[in-house]
């Protein structure tokens, strides 16, 4: 099974991106979905998931303004990003998590390649 994300660019403070995620080779119906992101010099961190119910979570820096979402039907997950910072610049992966309601980057099994955002101020 893999996950290939895609969807990102360069983008001025204040706009949008979506990214996308598609799952191949099988499917991820009941799986915990998640995004993590890794800026320069940092750490991977949590940014959000999406459980099987439909539940989502989101760090506080980006809840109001990224929004998570799947497409069982396509075997697709989304992140809306929408009034985007220079602090949100980072590479984004995604993510599935057998393991229920997670935001530790240990419990997901399956990642895909990363797709770079980049917000310039």
């Known amino acids: 099974v893999q996950l290939q994300a895609s969807g990102g660019g360069l983008v001025q403070a204040g706009g949008s991106l979506r990214l996308s995620c598609a799952a191949s080779g099988g499917t991820f119906v009941g799986y915990t979905m998640g995004w993590f992101r890794q800026a320069p010099g940092h750490a991977r961190e949590f940014v959000t998931a999406?459980?099987?119910?439909?539940?989502?979570e989101y760090i506080d820096s980006v809840k109001g303004r990224f929004t998570i979402s799947r497409d069982y039907a396509k075997n697709t997950l989304y992140l809306q990003m929408n009034s985007l910072k220079p602090e949100d610049t980072a590479l984004y992966y995604c993510a599935a998590s057998a393991y229920g309601k997670s935001t530790r980057s240990t419990s997901y099994a399956y990642w895909g390649q990363g797709t770079l955002v980049t917000v310039s101020s």
């Open positions: 999406i459980w099987s119910g439909g539940s989502s």
